[in-house]
């Protein structure tokens, strides 16, 4: 069972999206199965297999989630994140900008799913292994 310091601690290690899957990989040896990440105010809520869940605080004054999605401008957000071009607090406002009201990642299928307000899926994005 892991606590929130320990998923703290290993999120304190990612500096820009390419440290991502390395991420993903710590925390899915810690037993997290999935996370739903508020973009709104960074309150994240992980969960593992067996129902034991731990929620952290808001990390950042809320933002504006647009009401009118646009999976394009989301692509190329999370694009030049995942090349090192902007650190997290810029991706969470680009991708607020593109409609994203919450993220979740599955450990189990590698996938990071990104969700507009009404919980239509905008993109689904393989993590790398």
């Not at 999935?34 to 809520?45: E, K």
């Not at 969960?47 to 605080?57: E, F, M």
């Not at 647009?66 to 401008?73: D, I, K, R, T």
Request: proline share 5%.
């Amino acid at each position: 069972m892991f606590t929130l310091q320990q998923l703290k601690a290993a999120h304190a290690r990612v500096k820009t999206g390419a440290d991502f899957p390395a991420y993903i990989q710590e925390i899915k040896a810690l037993g997290l199965a999935t996370y739903d990440y508020l973009v709104q105010n960074g309150v994240t809520v992980y969960h593992d297999a067996g129902g034991h869940t731990v929620s952290a605080d808001a990390i950042y004054p809320d933002l504006s989630i647009n009401p009118n999605p646009s999976p394009l401008a989301l692509q190329h957000a999370i694009s030049i994140h995942q090349q090192g071009q902007t650190d997290f607090l810029t991706f969470c406002r680009q991708v607020a900008d593109a409609g994203v009201e919450r993220w979740v990642i599955d450990t189990q299928a590698m996938l990071c799913s990104y969700l507009d307000a009404q919980g239509n899926l905008m993109v689904a994005e393989p993590i790398s292994q």
